[in-house]
Every structure is written in structure tokens, then in C-alpha cells.
């Protein structure tokens, strides 16, 4: 299986900021990877998709880059619902593999 | 606007088999090219893929779990279903169907139901 790591694990960051995690996969997997925020308590949300392409009615602050095995989400300001878990995910080969996750949380 | 919602029990005793539901409301589940997906998420932790079932009822699951796993669909109740067998205590997890559609979302899952908390205890 396709192993996923992230980093930072927490990042503690300000209403403004700007926030990037780092998405890596063990092998290659061109340009299948997603993103999903999730708060305490609820479902996950889809933020990107194909590594860089923003699901529908998602703000224009995230944003998604990379290919191959390094992938990067950004959110270029910050805001006070953006505090969160934020996941990635391989769905370039079977079975679909989450990475660890990555926790948005206050200053 | 697709909806899933999960039920079942959220208690289940050690050895038996966890059984879930998900309804899907919005949209008729024979309908298009969709995978419909089952993940867990153990308290605290990540979450783990368990397995999809196709709009034409092919199955694919989670090599981890497969022995365990039967995903199964009910086109007249615009339902599909998850059973676990032989549970532990390390099966205790919210639950969440979701669904996949194959190529519109390069293989994200686009729309979530709230999850269910399904504990394994005696």
C-alpha cells in the first residue's frame, strides 16, 4: 500500500495567516490527491480535488498544489473557521489511503 | 442535494457482526457512475477506508478488513449497507458512508453523511 504522511502534525497560526501543509506519498501518485478540513464532531469536507482543483463552494483562500509525491494545501488568510483537522488523500491506486492529518488550531 | 445518513446500532457486543445502513436522499443511488463508501474513524485518530460498492454492485474492500467485510446495496430503498464480522474492541470507530463519483472528483469522496458511533463492548 501506498504509504501518506503529513507535516506538520498541529500548526499554531493567527486569523490572517498563512497556513501551509505538506502532503507526501510514499510512490508517485501523478495528481490523485484530495484534501478535507474536518471539525471536532463532524464529517470530513472535500476542499481539493485532483491536487489542485477546488470543489464547489469552497473559498478561494484554499488552494492545492503538487504532483508525483509532494503536495502542499495552502489557506492564503486565515479565518476563524478554518480551525480545524485538515486530511489528505491518495486515490491513485486501491485501497484509498488518508494521511494522519494535520490540526489548525489557535495562537 | 445529496444527502447520506448512517443507522444502525451503536452498541455491539465483542464476536458479532456490526451492521449499517446508509440512506441516500437527493439522488437515486442506481444512478450514475458513483462508488458509495464506507470509512471509520476510531476516536482521536485517522481515518481508515473499509470499502465501495459500484452503481452496478461490484465490490472492492480494504485488504485489512476484506475477510470481515460485506458491502451491499438495496437500489429499491435507495440504501446501501456495511457488515463487519467477528468485531473487537478495535472496531469501535465512527462510521460515515460516503460517495465517490468515479471520475467527477478524481477519486475524492464528495458527499458525507454525519457519521454514526458504533461501540464494541460486552
Known amino acids: 500500500d501506498i504509504q501518506m504522511t503529513q507535516s506538520p502534525s498541529s500548526v499554531s497560526a493567527s486569523v490572517g495567516d498563512r497556513v501551509t501543509i505538506t502532503c507526501r506519498a510514499s510512490?508517485?501518485?501523478?495528481?490523485?490527491l484530495a484534501w478535507y478540513q474536518q471539525k471536532p464532531g463532524k464529517a470530513p469536507k472535500l476542499l481539493i480535488y485532483?491536487?489542485?482543483s477546488l470543489q464547489s463552494g469552497v473559498p478561494s483562500r484554499f488552494s492545492g498544489s503538487g504532483s508525483g509525491t509532494d503536495f502542499t494545501l495552502t489557506i492564503s488568510s486565515l479565518q476563524p473557521e478554518d480551525f480545524a483537522t485538515y486530511y489528505c488523500q491518495q486515490a491513485n491506486s486501491f485501497p484509498p489511503i488518508f494521511g494522519p492529518g494535520t490540526k489548525v488550531d489557535i495562537k | 442535494q445529496v444527502q447520506l445518513q448512517e443507522s444502525g446500532p451503536g452498541l455491539v457486543k465483542p464476536s458479532q457482526t456490526l451492521s449499517l445502513t446508509c440512506t441516500v436522499s437527493g439522488g437515486s443511488i442506481s444512478s450514475g457512475s458513483y462508488y458509495w463508501s464506507w470509512i471509520r474513524q476510531p476516536a482521536g485518530k485517522g481515518l481508515e477506508w473499509i470499502g465501495r460498492?459500484?452503481?452496478?454492485?461490484?465490490?472492492n474492500y480494504n485488504p485489512s478488513l476484506k475477510s470481515r467485510v460485506t458491502i451491499s446495496v438495496d437500489t429499491s430503498k435507495n440504501q446501501f449497507s456495511l457488515k463487519l464480522s467477528s468485531v473487537t474492541a478495535a472496531d469501535t470507530a465512527v462510521y460515515y458512508c460516503?460517495?465517490?463519483?468515479?471520475?467527477?472528483?478524481?477519486?475524492?469522496?464528495?458527499?458525507w453523511g454525519q457519521g454514526t458511533l458504533v461501540t464494541v463492548s460486552s
Open positions: 460516503a460517495r465517490d463519483p468515479v471520475i467527477a472528483v478524481a477519486g475524492a469522496l464528495d458527499y
Open positions: 510512490q508517485g501518485i501523478s495528481s490523485w
Open positions: 460498492i459500484y452503481t452496478s454492485g461490484s465490490t
Open positions: 485532483a491536487a489542485s
